[in-house]
């Protein structure tokens, strides 16, 4: 099975164009699934429907979320119709089975006001509190994936012109910059992230102290404690930061075609979650304005 295993995400590493995160994620669910199989002695090769339908009752038991569950049906039948296209299976054991519903939470959103605030924090006197400043600025004015922007290099910002180029597998997206983040990037570009890297090569746009490539787990904790620095009590991750970008869009008058483009979502539906919002901001307006309200 390892070997299938390997030849299954070298295949839709090169033709599926996926992220790494994404080929992360079917790596993990693949080497799951076989350490259940063989752990109770199931042929692979052979698995009925109902195996799957246990094994995905193991994740129930083992309290996944229903997002998990669903995620991980989606690698394992991605698994089998690679092996029933190249022969190894006769038939897809996981044709038929329906994932679990998965229930819509509500995103965390920060106000505009606790988005000021939490923007106030970060002080230009600086290296740090230059990049700092152009980084959370640049959340929130692009509505951007925390692994979109950290994966981003300096040439995919074009300065003069106000947007950025957002990458991601095949698809590529350009999103403008507004005035305030495109001062706060000028800056950084200009004045911090020449001295912070260490050799001209380095092509990343956000650096770490060391002068590469900032991480993920990098930026979640400069929005940590900036949060704390606020006095916010919300949760605040990279991914409140994009659901507010969508929200305060929305609120103020923004098409949801133009905010999906924005958002890099495929589907629409994944966008009008944030319609809930809006619905409420008209409500305001309207026991505002109306004379009969």
């Not at 299954?8 to 079917?26: A, H, P, V």
């Not at 590529?172 to 992230?193: C, F, M, T, V, W």
Request: proline share 3%; hydrophobic share 35%.
């Amino acid at each position: 099975m390892d070997k299938q295993i390997e030849s299954f995400l070298e295949f839709i590493e090169n033709d599926k164009k996926l992220s790494d995160n994404t080929l992360q994620s079917y790596r993990r669910d693949v080497l799951q699934y076989e350490k259940y199989v063989e752990a109770n002695d199931i042929n692979y090769t052979k698995v009925k429907s109902n195996d799957i339908k246990d094994y995905l009752q193991y994740l129930h038991d083992m309290n996944k979320k229903s997002s998990t569950i669903s995620r991980n049906l989606a690698s394992i039948r991605l698994f089998y119709q690679f092996l029933l296209r190249n022969n190894k299976v006769k038939a897809d054991p996981t044709e038929g089975i329906q994932s679990p519903k998965i229930e819509k939470r509500v995103p965390s959103i920060l106000t505009s006001q606790e988005v000021s605030l939490l923007l106030e924090q970060p002080k230009n006197i600086d290296l740090k509190g230059i990049r700092d400043k152009a980084m959370l600025e640049f959340a929130y004015a692009t509505g951007m994936r925390v692994t979109e922007i950290i994966s981003l290099n300096i040439d995919d910002v074009n300065l003069e012109e106000g947007y950025v180029i957002c990458k991601t597998g095949s698809k590529q997206r350009n999103i403008p910059l507004g005035k305030i983040s495109l001062k706060a990037l000028e800056e950084y570009i200009e004045d911090s992230r020449p001295i912070l890297i260490k050799a001209e090569t380095e092509k990343a746009l956000f650096v770490n102290i060391n002068g590469k490539r900032l991480t993920r787990q990098g930026f979640w904790k400069i929005v940590k404690f900036y949060k704390e620095q606020a006095h916010i009590t919300k949760e605040i991750t990279p991914h409140v930061l994009r659901h507010s970008f969508a929200t305060h869009l929305l609120q103020n008058g923004a098409e949801l075609k133009a905010i999906q483009t924005m958002l890099g979502h495929s589907d629409i539906s994944s966008t009008q979650v944030y319609m809930q919002f809006q619905d409420e901001s008209i409500k305001n307006i309207y026991r505002k304005a109306h004379p009969r309200a």
